[in-house]
C-alpha cells in the first residue's frame, strides 16, 4: 500500500510540473491566436482562433530565411560537434600515449572559461579573415566543444576493454574499430549530445548577432529581436513567431527523445 501511494504521488507530481512547463507555451499560442481587446481583457483562452497574427509576423520579418539559416548552422555545429567529440574522446578513452590525462584535463579547464570571455577575440579572428556574414562566421568557433568530447569520453570508458583487446588481436586497426564497432554501440550518447548541441546553437543570440549585419544572415532569434522592436505596442506577432521558431526544436525533441532518454540513462545499470 505504501509503495502505491509513493507511485501515485511521483505520477501526481510529474503531471504537476509537466503544467507547470507547458502552461507558458499553451499561453504563448492563445495569446498568437487572439484579437487585441481578448489580449487586454486578461483572458487564458481565445474565443476563436485567429491565425492572423502569424500572417502579419511573417510579413514583418522573413522568417523562413532565419529558419533556414539557423537549421543550416544548427545542423552543421551539431554534425562538427559529434565528429571532433567522438574522435577526440575516443583517442582520451581508448588509445595510450604521453601525456593523455594532462591533456584531458587540460581541454577540461576550458569549460570553466566563460563564452562571454572570448567573444571579443573570436569576433576579431573573424574579422581579420573576412567572414563576416557568412555561414563560416556563424559556425566555424562552435564546431569543437570540450564538453562533447567530456561526454563521448564517457560513454567509450562504458565499453569493456576486452572488445578492443579482441578487435587488436583481429589486426582491427583503430580507425576501423572505431568507426564499425564503438560508434555503434555509443548511438544513444551520440544522439543525446546531438539534441542537446542542436537546441543549444538554435538558441545562440550574442555570437549571430555580432558577426551578422545583412538580414538575410540573421537567425531566428535575431529575427525575433528584430520583430520585438518592430512591434513594440502589438506583441500578438512577437507570440506567433516564437510559435514559429519553437517548432523546430519540438521536433528535434520528439525526433530524438528516444536517443535522448537512452544516453541519458547509458551506463545508469551494469549487467
Not at 482562433?49 to 502579419?56: E, S
Not at 584535463?105 to 572559461?113: Q, R, S
Not at 562533447?148 to 576501423?176: H, S, T, W, Y
Not at 568507426?179 to 543570440?205: E, R
Request: proline share 4%.
Amino acid at each position: 500500500m505504501k509503495n502505491k501511494l509513493v507511485k501515485y504521488s511521483l505520477y501526481a507530481l510529474n503531471i504537476l510540473f509537466a503544467v507547470i512547463i507547458i502552461s507558458p507555451v499553451v499561453y504563448c499560442f492563445n495569446v498568437s491566436m487572439m484579437t487585441m481587446k481578448e489580449v487586454f481583457s486578461g483572458g487564458f483562452w481565445p474565443k476563436q482562433l485567429i491565425p492572423d497574427n502569424y500572417i502579419k509576423a511573417l510579413q514583418l520579418a522573413p522568417f523562413f530565411t532565419f529558419i533556414k539559416n539557423s537549421l543550416i548552422v544548427s545542423c552543421t555545429v551539431t554534425f562538427g560537434q559529434i565528429v571532433t567529440g567522438a574522435l577526440a574522446a575516443y583517442a582520451f578513452s581508448m588509445m595510450k600515449f604521453r601525456g593523455r590525462n594532462a591533456l584531458f584535463l587540460l581541454m577540461l579547464a576550458t569549460m570553466m572559461i566563460p563564452s562571454q570571455a572570448i567573444i571579443i577575440a573570436n569576433y576579431l579572428i573573424i574579422c581579420d579573415l573576412g567572414l563576416k556574414n557568412s555561414y563560416t562566421a556563424l559556425i566555424l568557433p562552435n564546431v569543437a566543444s570540450a564538453f562533447a568530447v567530456f561526454n563521448m569520453r564517457q560513454a567509450f570508458l562504458q565499453l569493456p576493454m576486452e572488445i578492443k583487446e579482441a578487435a587488436d588481436i583481429d589486426g582491427c586497426g583503430n580507425f576501423r574499430f572505431f568507426c564499425f564497432i564503438a560508434l555503434p554501440l555509443v548511438k544513444p550518447s551520440m544522439g543525446a549530445l546531438g539534441i542537446y548541441t542542436f537546441l543549444q546553437s538554435w538558441n545562440h543570440y550574442l555570437w549571430p548577432l555580432l558577426v551578422t549585419d545583412s538580414v538575410n544572415m540573421r537567425t531566428v532569434q535575431i529575427g525575433l529581436g528584430m520583430l520585438q522592436g518592430a512591434e513594440s505596442t502589438d506583441f500578438r506577432p512577437v507570440m506567433a513567431g516564437s510559435m514559429i521558431i519553437l517548432i523546430p526544436s519540438i521536433l528535434a525533441f520528439i525526433l530524438g527523445q528516444k536517443q535522448l532518454i537512452s544516453g541519458l540513462t547509458s551506463g545508469s545499470v551494469k549487467g
